[in-house]
Each structure stands twice: as structure tokens, then as C-alpha cells.
């Protein structure tokens, strides 16, 4: 079974600072991984997705994230902090033969003026 | 703009009333999800279609059910809700071959 593990449920940053998301994984095939972003009372939006091309994933709003099979970890990035970044962030990972995600616990970003 | 509707956005029920939450797609996707959302919580897949296959997980509540009429529509009807029901209801579709899931603005249910 895979699962996915994010490290701290709140991270606070200042604007204008690193936002840095853990999450690993563990799965007994190679994953695809995902991460979303949740505004309040929104759906999941996403915002980049690795798919065993290049580690190093970009997607929207600045993130990025790197994977790092050793590690089983992809950990999203974000070099300077926006007030809009405020939301909520879920790593998720689908094994390469199926449709079903499996979702971290989330972390909750405060971005503080 | 393609993308993946929820109506309503917000919908009060009564305890035991049934209800149905709707969501359509112009995304033309094979895949359809239906998640309950709790505060606070990752989203908890309830079932899926793929095509016509209907998927239930296995602590899926009987309570819950699913209906998929064609390709663009799928409906979630809850047959006696209970105050424990209330939550974000999202709907989510995916493309077999690209993995990733779109997801629709969500339903927020209240039981009353």
C-alpha cells in the first residue's frame, strides 16, 4: 500500500521568504506524485505533477518541486512568499497502473506581512 | 473554458431528507470521482466511474450513491443524511492515460 506523509499540518512564512513543503512517500512501485493547492471553500487546483520525466518539476505560481527517489521525497519550493500563497497544500501520489490518489494529511500556509 | 461544475455550491438539508449534489464536465474525461471533505481533513474518495464502471471503496457507506447517466454528468444522491454528513462534497475527473485529477468548486452540505 502507498501512502504519503507531509511533514507539519501549518507552516508560516513571511512574504517575501522560502516556502518550503515537505511531503514523502512510500510506495512499492515507481509513483506519480502531485501537489495541490486548496483555497478556502474552493475545489483542489493543481500545481504540478511528476511523472518519472525530469526530477525537477515546475508548475504554476512560482512552485516547484523535486524528486528524490533516494529520499522518496518531493518536497514543493517556492522562492519568495506571496500574501496570495495563503491556502492549504496536499501531496498526493497515484501508482503508475492506477487512477486512485492518496493524499497527505495537507499543510495549512500562513503568510504573514 | 473547460472545467469540471458543481451545483450548487451550497446546499442545506434536513436530517434524513435525501439530497442530491450534481456535477458536469466539458472535459470529455473517462474518469469520474466523487470525495468527501471534511474540516481540516484530506479529501476521502467515496467512489469512482471509470466509463460505466462504478467503483465503491470499501468503507463507502451504503448511505452514499452514484449516478452516472453519460460521459458528462455525474450525480452523488445521499439517501438519509446525517448530521456526520455534512462536509465539502467534490467532484473530480481525470483522463485515464494522464493520471491527474481536475477537480470541481465543491459542494458545501450542511445538515440541519
Known amino acids: 500500500a502507498q501512502s504519503v506523509t507531509q511533514l507539519g499540518s501549518h507552516v508560516s512564512v513571511s512574504e517575501g521568504a522560502l516556502v518550503l513543503l515537505r511531503c514523502n512517500y512510500s510506495s512499492s512501485v515507481p509513483p506519480y506524485l502531485f501537489w495541490y493547492v486548496q483555497y478556502p471553500n474552493q475545489g483542489l487546483q493543481l500545481l504540478l505533477k511528476?511523472?518519472?520525466?525530469?526530477?525537477l518539476v515546475k508548475g504554476i505560481n512560482g512552485f516547484e518541486a523535486e524528486f528524490k527517489k533516494s529520499e522518496t521525497s518531493f518536497h514543493l519550493t517556492k522562492p519568495s512568499a506571496h500574501m496570495s500563497d495563503a491556502a492549504e497544500y496536499f501531496c498526493?501520489?497515484?501508482?503508475?497502473?492506477?487512477?486512485?490518489?492518496?493524499f497527505g494529511g495537507g499543510t495549512r500556509v500562513l503568510v504573514k506581512p | 473554458d473547460a472545467m469540471v461544475i458543481q451545483n450548487p455550491r451550497y446546499q442545506v438539508t434536513q436530517f434524513g431528507k435525501p439530497v442530491t449534489l450534481s456535477c458536469s464536465q466539458t472535459?470529455?474525461?473517462?474518469?469520474m470521482y466523487w470525495y468527501q471533505q471534511k474540516s481540516s481533513q484530506a479529501p476521502k474518495l467515496l467512489f469512482h466511474y471509470y466509463d460505466k464502471d462504478f467503483n465503491n471503496e470499501a468503507d463507502t457507506p451504503d448511505n452514499f450513491q452514484s449516478r452516472r447517466p453519460n460521459t458528462s454528468f455525474c450525480f452523488l444522491d445521499i439517501r438519509s443524511p446525517g448530521l456526520g454528513d455534512a462536509a465539502m462534497y467534490l467532484c473530480a475527473t481525470s483522463r485515464d492515460a494522464s493520471r491527474e485529477q481536475y477537480f470541481g468548486p465543491g459542494t458545501r452540505l450542511t445538515v440541519t
Open positions: 472535459l470529455n474525461h473517462n474518469v
Open positions: 511528476y511523472t518519472s520525466a525530469a526530477t
Open positions: 498526493a501520489v497515484t501508482k503508475a497502473a492506477g487512477n486512485k490518489l492518496t
